[in-house]
């Protein structure tokens, strides 16, 4: 076991938007699929109360709390309740830890658009748009947040951070889930790898108690889109290790509601 406790304690989670589970794997996602070795990798399904759209599931993910919670049913936020319900970045920044929010291109996230954003509070906030409207552009801005985040997460190591890709999503959106959605999947994995590969390369990593986690918000139809029930869309994902992580163990996170609550006892912050 690694040291714990509120001083040592350090947690990331990586969110990878609109990434199938049966994508995951060897071949497609290594970085992804070695990390859950350590931990778990599991199914995560969306719940029957939660539109499968990015919004309402990443609420869910960064605040705890479900639908009936904060508000939010659509990727338009106006009218939630993240007053009730704040996201954990802005929990732990409130409790005085260092945080950072790395976010590529999707306003809401980040920023006050569409009603956001999702994230009230950080210690530093980095937002990286788009400059073109094609995936390309959504893959550049994923490549710019990853290359920010990974030189902060060395050189600083926040206590939490919460890092967000998007173009895989909008590769499904486009072009469905075929060859170039799986190439934009194993973009991002190796994106994956290089967040994971600049906390451990910290020279105080063994010390520091990192928990961290990998997580999806929703699939992709074969022919792209997500907003219904199909199992493909409905079947999110989410993987973890850290202190505490028993890889023999049942996965700790088989709801999106698990995951703040995990993140923040990893940080020693009470859960409500
Ligand atoms: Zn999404």
Known sequence: MLPSGPT???ALVIGVDGVRFDLLGQDTTPSIWTFGQAGFLAPVTIDEAT????GPCWATIVTGAGVAGHGITSNDLTGHRLADHPDFVTVATRAGLSTLL???AWPPLALPEDGGPLFAEATRREFVARTERSLAGW???DEAI???ATGI???DGPRLSFVYLGAVDIAGHLTGAGAAYRDQARAADQRVGRLLDAVRSR????QEGWTIVVVTDHGHLDQGGHGGREPEVVTAWAAAAGPGIDPRGPPLITRQDQVAPLVLAALGHPWR
């Open 8 to 10: 040592l304690c350090h």
């Open 51 to 54: 539109p499968t759209m990015s």
């Open 102 to 104: 790395a976010v590529s």
């Open 139 to 141: 893959d550049a801005a």
């Open 146 to 148: 990853t290359r920010l």
């Open 153 to 155: 997460l060395a050189q």
């Open 203 to 206: 020279p105080s990593y063994e």
